[in-house]
Structures are given as structure tokens and as C-alpha cells.
């Protein structure tokens, strides 16, 4: 298994696209950044800000929507270049083959929102918006290190799906439809998508304003959504992959 | 291809009494069409089999069946002597193998992309890649991406991949393709020497009948997914009948003299000028000249051999294939 994460990785190389991609996590730290310089706003609430930068938008579509496109890049190559024959020969396990490639969109996700917790911590505090304090800085270390691996376990049946295509505009597809059935599954029911879920675990403890659920947040409940999804991705995976050939 | 000598040390030992490869009844069905119908095949330790047949004859087929990469629909197969059903674990990382035109990473050198098997397949030398780069003739640690590779490149790369792991049974899918004539001729040496010298047993296939003729130790030949002939290419040579080949100015003239002078029964009258002789003991010299004696003018006569396409063409019933 940890050759085939090593091969992942390996794979990775002169991939621009990868690189691009993570640009996409200085978005809304910037964004709130000309918000608060906009309207003049100094001493304003840390958690305020980082509502704005990393709570927000970057939770909801841009950490999902830079996932799934990663999932489909992942497995466009090999499934385009026709390379799985390759790979099965060596041999090497199908589904460890699968498991390798969500390490990398773990690891990417972690990555991706360790950047934008960076960024909105110097965004927010340089310009003096916000004062410097090491217990808002760790929280929102930890929720952005449980947004990166609860979102990198919510995109999984995209990775699903691209395991099973050959061209890339299907999944593509289905990553943006995904997001929005989270979106509107937040207003109807949590418990319905994985990542309409993990946006309320996120909230849980209600001290990010404007983010506290007027639902009861169950956690278990919305992990348990979470886990039915991602084991009914795998099967799917397992499927797909052993009938691509 | 002196390199080879360095890669592979010493022939290996086999203590396999049976085949390397064995089907029984092998079948696979496509929908409503049989690609493979019920084919016995048998691949000999430590020799060329070279699977021979038209585009769309199988031969693919068996061998992604061999590999697992296309289920089978009854049949079985066994590889060193052991049934691969169960076994897959054990017996394909003993497999080096090239199916249809590889594949490989776009964005990685040839380097890069023998590194990445490499690492999968636990490949222990540190060397593995660098050595079969230079087999196959590619340069190592070359900037040059696999994108931008020819297909003759890209087909020894294939290959280079499929040698990595210095495995006892190769399958080579119509390894040639893509390859400039000395490419071919060079390939032909080295999976030639990879068998003689270093024991390695080697299914080969082939549409290309001068190929096989020139490669293979033992020849199947496989037509509509049915296998219509196994045998080595000796015996073949064996059974490919010799016969003198006569050109005269009157047929009916000289088969008369052949039957009442030489007492000769087994030829048959090709054309009007033509009668194919199938005793090749007979005096060429003393026929000739009774020939001329009588009056009939000898035109030519030679001693002829069905060549491998011939016998091709006579066992398939039809056209040749290339």
C-alpha cells in the first residue's frame, strides 16, 4: 500500500494543474480581505473574518468543487491512456489501488486548507483587521484540518465515479451536480448529504457566528451519513474497477 | 544486445516437468460472439510459442485471459503447472508482459515511468531500469517525456517494462509493432537470446507469419478463436510436404513417360505445363533427359517445400495473412 502511495505521488509529476489548483485557496481569504478593507473595518471579530475566508464559500462549493476535479484528474490518465491493464498485470490490488489515490486527495485537501488557514490568519491580522491570538489561530487550525478530512471523505464517490470513466466531462458533471445536491440538501435535510453534514459538524460548537444550525446538530448521525456514502462508493469503485479491465 | 549477457546472469533452472502455459477448453464469449472457442493450448518451458492468426483471430483474447484482464467464460488455464484462478497473486509477478500498444504517463520520462513500476512491483535491483533501458536501447534518465515519444519508443519502452522484473514467462502481444526493420530484427535477436541463452518461455503472437517462421520454437495457429494447429516448428517443417516442381512443353506427354519409364504414381497435374512430383528421389537428371528424348521440352525443374504460409493458407482455407 505505501508503494502505491509512493506512485501516486511520483505520478504527480510536471502536473501543473495540481499546482493551479491550490491557488483556489487564496480566494476567499483574499475576498474577505477587500471586504473588511472596503468597509474600513478595524477590531473586527476574529471568527467574523474567518467566517468570511474559510467557513464560507471555501467549505461549501470551493473545497469540493477543487476535490472532485482532482478526483477526475487523478484517474483520467490511466484510464485514457488505457494504463490499468498495466497496472493490473504488475499486479497490483484494485482497491488499494483506489485507497492510494484518496491518500493523495487527503493529503491534497489538508494542504489546500492548511494554505487558506494560513492565508486568512495574515490577511486578517496584518492588516490589522483582527489582533493576533494563538487560541483563535488554533481553532481555526483544527476546524480547517477537520474540514480537510471530512470534505477529502465527502468527495469519495466522485472518486468513485471517475474510477469508472474513461473521459473526464462525466465525473466533472457529477462533481458539480454533488455539490449542489449538498447545498440544497443543507436546507432540507443534513443528514442527506455527505457534505450538507459535515458543513453542520463543522458548526457544531455554534461559536462561528451565523453558522450555528438552528437544528440539533447530531454528529454521530452526520458521520454515519458520511460513512453510508463512502461505503457505497467503494463498493461502486470495487464494481466499476473490476469490470474495467 | 550484449548488455542482456549482464541482466540475466544465468539461465534459471526449471523444474517444471509440465507447461508453462496450459489451457483446457478455453472459451470466451463476447455478447452473441465467441472470440475463443475451446482452445488447448501449450506453452512449453523455456521455448518461443508464437501464437499466429489473422487480426480479430483471438489471439489478444487469450492471451488478456492468461493475464486476468478479461474473464473467461469456461475454460481453464494453468500457469506453472499451477491453476491461475486463486493463484494470480503468486504466478503474475513471475509474468513479464505487453498487451496491445502500452500505455504509459504522458507527463513522466521513460525513466520515470519504469521507476514507477518498478517500486510497485518490489523490483529489488537498483539497477532494474537503467539495465532494461539499455536493453531495449531507450537512454536513461533521457529528459524526454513518454508524450513525446515515437511509437517504436514507445513500444521498447513496453517492452523494457515487461523485462523489468526479470521474469520466467513473457507475453508479448504483437511486440514488433510500431518498430522500424532493424528494430524488428534487433527485437527478434533479443527475445531469441532471452529464450536460448537465459531459458525464458515466451508466448509471442503475431499476424505476421515471416516473424513467427523466423522466432518461434513452437507455433500455434489460431483462426475464428479456434485453434487449428499446434505443433513445433520442426515438425511443421516435417509435415510442409517437398515435391519437384516440373515445367514441360506437353503435360499428358510426359506424365505418360513419368508412369510407364519411372513406374511414378504420386504427382498431380498443376496447369498445362505443370505436374508437381511428390517422390523426391526421383533422378531429376535421368527424367530430364528421358523427358527430352521423348520429345517433351523441360522447362525447368525444382525441388519446392510448402513455406509457412502455404501451410497457413492450406489449414485456414483461405487467404493469407501477411
Known sequence: MLNLIQTEFLKLRRKKMIWFMLLAAFIMPFFAFLFFEYFNKNGVDSMGFYKWSVFGFTTFIILPFILGVLCTVLMHDE???????????????????????????????????????????????????????????????????????????????????????????FPFCMTLLYIF????????????????????????????????????????????????????????????LNRRK | MDILLLYYPKKRGNNMNDFVIETKKLIKVYGEQTAVKSVDLHVKPGRIYGLLGRNGAGKTTIMKMILGLT?????????????????????????????????????????????????????????????ALEIVGLPYKDKKLFSKYSLGMKQRLGIANAILHDPELLILDEPTNGLDPIGIAEMRTFIKNLSSEHGKSILISSHILSEISLLADDIGIIDHGVLLEESSMKELEKKNSRYILLHVSDVSKASMILEQKFHLTDYSVQDEQTLRIYDTSLNMAVVNKTLVMQDVAVISSQVCGDTLEDYFKKITGGEVIA
Open chain 1, 181 to 240: 445536491l449538498g447545498f440544497f440538501t443543507s436546507s432540507v435535510n443534513i443528514y442527506l448529504h455527505p457534505l450538507s453534514s459535515i458543513s453542520f459538524i463543522i458548526a457544531r460548537s455554534g461559536n462561528i457566528p451565523g453558522l450555528a444550525s438552528a437544528q440539533g446538530i447530531n454528529v454521530p448521525l452526520a458521520l454515519l451519513c458520511t460513512l453510508i456514502w463512502d461505503v457505497l462508493s467503494v463498493l461502486f469503485a470495487h464494481f466499476s
Open chain 1, 79 to 169: 484510464n485514457r491512456y488505457d494504463m490499468l491493464k498495466q497496472l493490473w498485470i504488475v499486479p497490483i490490488s484494485k482497491m488499494g489501488y483506489f485507497f492510494s489515490k484518496f491518500v493523495i486527495v487527503l493529503f491534497y485537501s489538508i494542504c489546500f486548507m492548511m494554505i487558506t488557514a494560513v492565508t486568512s490568519v495574515l490577511f486578517s491580522v496584518l492588516p490589522g483587521f483582527v489582533p493576533f491570538e494563538w487560541q483563535s489561530v488554533l481553532f481555526l487550525l483544527e476546524r480547517c484540518l477537520e474540514i480537510a478530512v471530512l470534505t477529502s471523505f465527502g468527495v469519495l464517490p466522485i472518486l468513485a465515479i471517475a474510477s469508472g470513466q474513461k473521459g473526464y466531462v
Open chain 2, 71 to 131: 474473464p473467461i467464460t469456461s475454460g481453464e488455464i494453468k500457469v506453472f503447472g499451477e491453476n491461475l484462478r486463486g493463484n494470480e497473486k503468486r504466478i503474475y509477478p513471475r509474468i513479464g508482459a505487453i498487451i496491445e500498444t502500452p500505455g504509459f504517463y504522458p507527463n513522466l520520462t521513460g525513466t520515470e515511468n519504469l521507476e514507477i513500476f518498478a517500486k510497485l512491483r518490489g523490483t529489488a535491483s537498483p539497477n532494474a531500469v537503467k539495465k
